[in-house]
Protein backbone atom coordinates (compact mmCIF):
# COMPACT_ATOMS: atom_id res chain seq x y z
CA UNK A 1 0.00 0.00 0.00
CA UNK A 2 1.22 3.46 -0.48
CA UNK A 3 2.22 5.55 1.76
CA UNK A 4 -0.08 8.59 0.11
CA UNK A 5 -3.33 5.95 0.23
CA UNK A 6 -2.51 5.03 4.27
CA UNK A 7 -2.03 9.14 4.83
CA UNK A 8 -5.63 9.79 3.50
CA UNK A 9 -7.23 6.41 5.06
CA UNK A 10 -6.20 7.59 8.00
CA UNK A 11 -7.69 10.64 7.77
CA UNK A 12 -10.58 9.75 6.50
CA UNK A 13 -10.87 7.26 9.42
CA UNK A 14 -10.88 10.81 11.80
CA UNK A 15 -14.47 12.15 9.57
CA UNK A 16 -17.32 11.46 12.40
CA UNK A 17 -20.31 9.85 12.03
CA UNK A 18 -22.94 12.57 10.19
CA UNK A 19 -20.21 14.64 8.81
CA UNK A 20 -18.54 14.72 5.18
CA UNK A 21 -15.19 15.92 3.62
CA UNK A 22 -13.93 16.67 0.09
CA UNK A 23 -11.59 14.37 -1.43
CA UNK A 24 -10.21 18.22 -2.33
CA UNK A 25 -10.20 19.28 1.64
CA UNK A 26 -8.77 16.05 2.73
CA UNK A 27 -5.65 17.07 0.04
CA UNK A 28 -5.33 20.13 1.45
CA UNK A 29 -4.85 18.81 4.99
CA UNK A 30 -2.04 16.12 3.83
CA UNK A 31 -0.65 19.29 2.16
CA UNK A 32 -1.34 18.33 -1.44
CA UNK A 33 -3.86 20.97 -2.32
CA UNK A 34 -3.71 20.10 -5.99
CA UNK A 35 -4.16 16.18 -5.49
CA UNK A 36 -8.05 15.77 -4.68
CA UNK A 37 -7.82 13.29 -7.83
CA UNK A 38 -4.99 11.41 -5.87
CA UNK A 39 -7.53 11.04 -3.09
CA UNK A 40 -9.57 10.01 -5.29
CA UNK A 41 -8.36 7.26 -6.47
CA UNK A 42 -7.13 6.05 -2.99
CA UNK A 43 -10.30 6.05 -2.07
CA UNK A 44 -11.32 3.56 -4.60
CA UNK A 45 -8.87 1.04 -3.27
CA UNK A 46 -9.63 1.78 0.39
CA UNK A 47 -10.30 -0.68 2.36
CA UNK A 48 -13.38 -2.28 4.18
CA UNK A 49 -13.06 -0.86 7.66
CA UNK A 50 -12.44 3.20 6.14
CA UNK A 51 -15.52 5.00 5.73
CA UNK A 52 -15.55 5.83 2.19
CA UNK A 53 -19.13 6.99 2.09
CA UNK A 54 -18.07 10.26 4.14
CA UNK A 55 -16.11 11.60 1.27
CA UNK A 56 -17.98 13.65 -1.66
CA UNK A 57 -16.67 15.83 -4.49
CA UNK A 58 -16.41 19.36 -3.84
CA UNK A 59 -20.02 20.33 -4.36
CA UNK A 60 -21.33 18.02 -2.28
CA UNK A 61 -22.22 15.17 -4.14
CA UNK A 62 -21.07 11.71 -4.95
CA UNK A 63 -18.88 11.27 -7.70
CA UNK A 64 -19.91 9.04 -10.63
CA UNK A 65 -18.71 5.57 -11.21
CA UNK A 66 -18.72 3.00 -13.29
CA UNK A 67 -20.17 0.56 -10.38
CA UNK A 68 -23.83 2.75 -10.11
CA UNK A 69 -24.81 0.31 -7.21
CA UNK A 70 -21.99 2.03 -5.10
CA UNK A 71 -23.10 5.37 -6.01
CA UNK A 72 -26.41 4.29 -4.27
CA UNK A 73 -24.73 2.75 -1.39
CA UNK A 74 -23.10 5.98 -0.61
CA UNK A 75 -26.51 8.06 -0.53
CA UNK A 76 -27.95 5.61 2.00
CA UNK A 77 -25.45 5.13 4.21
CA UNK A 78 -25.24 8.92 4.53
CA UNK A 79 -28.52 9.41 5.03
CA UNK A 80 -28.25 6.50 7.55
CA UNK A 81 -25.72 8.61 9.40
CA UNK A 82 -28.01 11.68 9.31
CA UNK A 83 -26.55 13.75 6.39
CA UNK A 84 -29.65 14.49 3.85
CA UNK A 85 -29.63 15.00 0.24
CA UNK A 86 -30.74 17.90 -1.68
CA UNK A 87 -31.22 17.96 -5.33
CA UNK A 88 -28.67 15.19 -5.39
CA UNK A 89 -25.92 17.18 -3.04
CA UNK A 90 -25.17 17.34 0.96
CA UNK A 91 -24.88 21.23 2.16
CA UNK A 92 -21.28 21.70 3.14
CA UNK A 93 -21.81 24.85 5.01
CA UNK A 94 -23.67 22.24 7.10
CA UNK A 95 -22.19 18.81 7.07
CA UNK A 96 -18.64 19.39 6.10
CA UNK A 97 -15.92 18.26 8.54
CA UNK A 98 -14.10 20.82 9.67
CA UNK A 99 -10.55 18.68 10.03
CA UNK A 100 -9.02 17.53 13.08
CA UNK A 101 -9.40 19.99 16.05
CA UNK A 102 -6.66 22.96 15.84
CA UNK A 103 -3.56 22.22 17.50
CA UNK A 104 -3.38 18.53 16.45
CA UNK A 105 -1.84 18.37 13.14
CA UNK A 106 -2.10 14.71 11.95
CA UNK A 107 1.77 13.06 12.42
CA UNK A 108 3.12 11.78 8.60
CA UNK A 109 6.80 12.07 8.13
CA UNK A 110 6.42 9.72 5.29
CA UNK A 111 4.46 12.51 3.41
CA UNK A 112 7.60 14.26 3.32
CA UNK A 113 9.24 11.78 0.74
CA UNK A 114 6.69 12.01 -1.70
Not at 1 to 13: C, G, H, I, K
Not at 41 to 50: F, G, Q
Amino acid sequence: MRTFDRAVYALARQIPRGRVATYGQLAAILGYPRAARAVGYAMKRCPHDIPWQRVVNTRGGISLRANVGGMVTQRILLEHEGVPFRRGRVDLARYRWTGPRRGVRLTLPALQRL
